[in-house]
């Protein structure tokens, strides 16, 4: 059984105990480092549908580096939908799939964050 007190701590019948309270300061950093995570992931996997698509040649150190830093975010995706090639350019639709559920994926943990942790006046 508890109360709350006119402060805005919950005060329990056996004893005192106070809310807590997430400094507001430090949740806009979180989420803001969740975004620009989010937000850094889904430009590598576009950078890297758009040298497949282009056909690029996959031992430039630019497109080694994509294509080795986006890969352990596409495996859960491969398979999920073929990739036809034209000529040299391969459409990488599971890409695509992966751009989208990832950020959707952050969307909803920033949101969910907010509610969490927002305070209410």
């Known amino acids: 059984m508890s109360q709350i007190t006119d402060t805005g701590h919950v005060q329990t019948i ?18 803001a480092l969740i975004q620009w995570g989010i937000g850094i992931l889904n430009f590598l996997l576009c950078l890297r549908y758009l040298l497949k698509l282009m056909g690029a040649n996959p ?12 890969q352990p975010f596409l ?12 000529g040299g350019a391969i459409l990488e639709f599971h890409v695509l799939v992966a751009i989208a559920i990832y950020g959707v994926l952050g969307w909803i943990t920033v949101q969910l964050l907010r509610i969490m942790f927002i305070q209410i006046k």
């Open 14 to 31: 056996f004893g005192q105990t106070e809310m807590v309270h997430v400094n507001q300061e430090i949740l806009q950093r979180v989420t």
């Open 59 to 70: 031992s430039n150190a630019i497109a080694q580096f994509v294509y080795s830093t986006t």
């Open 75 to 86: 495996s859960t995706f491969e398979g999920l939908i073929n990739s036809p090639q034209l």
